[in-house]
């Protein structure tokens, strides 16, 4: 079956751009988590969304970060005024949600590679 | 607060030689541990996983992880290297409340194999 997709695989633009990547999970998964993955800050936690609202954004690195998903599906990351610091690869994991207290798998998917110059 | 050290950034074996990744976890409650794979230029893997019901987790490609509370371990070892298992391997914990799990990932360990 089809995996997490996420566009564009690569995407370079320049400093102080808006930058929009989206992720499209696995049909069915309610749960859908966004990770950055960059030299010297290996794999880091940005936002997770429970269908359509995002209880815990504590990993947004600044407001000019932000996330949406609609329909309980697709989500979009959004960079404001993109700085170089923020070259890193994004990732988007889905999953089924908890139940009975054991987390089910997250499948990752390929990542969009963001090189801001 | 929760997290996981993984202690070796590099790991070199030879071919048909035993693998060993080291992993230390802190949780403020029994913890679900994760082991995860990334080959160059391929997304994120699960090998394996951890969540109480057995403390020996066996998973894909002949690799296994052992939960040790006592030594807050979950190392992950195969008998034999092959090739083909030179990566990047992440031990990560699940944190976070409610009915979806955020993830904390190890800073990584690179696998090298040699022939």
């Known amino acids: 079956g089809a995996g997490v997709s996420q566009s564009p695989s690569n995407k370079v633009t320049e400093k102080g751009k808006d930058v929009e990547l989206r992720c499209d999970p696995i049909?069915?998964?309610?749960?859908l988590y966004w990770y950055r993955q960059s030299l010297g800050q290996g794999l880091e936690f940005l936002i997770y969304?429970?269908?359509?609202?995002?209880?815990?954004k504590s990993g947004l690195p600044s407001d000019r970060f932000s996330a949406e998903r609609t329909g309980g599906s697709v989500s979009t990351l959004t960079i404001q005024r993109t700085q170089q610091e923020d070259s890193a690869v994004y990732l988007c994991?889905?999953?089924?949600?908890?139940?009975?207290?054991?987390?089910?798998?997250?499948?990752f998917g390929p990542g969009t590679r963001l090189t801001v110059t | 607060a929760q997290s996981v050290t993984q202690l070796d950034s590099h790991v070199s074996v030879s071919e048909g030689t035993p693998v060993l990744l080291r992993c230390n976890y802190s949780s403020s409650y029994s913890p679900s541990l994760f082991w995860y794979v990334q080959h160059p230029n391929k997304g994120l893997q699960l090998l394996l996983k951890?969540?109480?019901?057995?403390?020996l987790v066996k998973g894909i490609n002949g690799f296994e992880a052992e939960f040790k509370k006592s030594e807050t371990s979950f190392h992950l070892t195969k008998p034999s290297a092959h090739m083909s298992d030179a990566a990047e391997y992440f031990c990560v914990v699940t944190r976070g409340s409610g009915s979806a799990r955020q993830l904390t990932f190890g800073s990584g360990t690179q696998l090298t194999v040699l022939p």
């Open positions: 994991a889905s999953s089924l949600v908890l139940a009975g207290g054991i987390p089910y798998e997250q499948y």
């Open positions: 951890y969540t109480s019901a057995a403390t």
């Open positions: 049909s069915g998964h309610t749960a």
């Open positions: 969304f429970q269908g359509n609202s995002a209880p815990d």
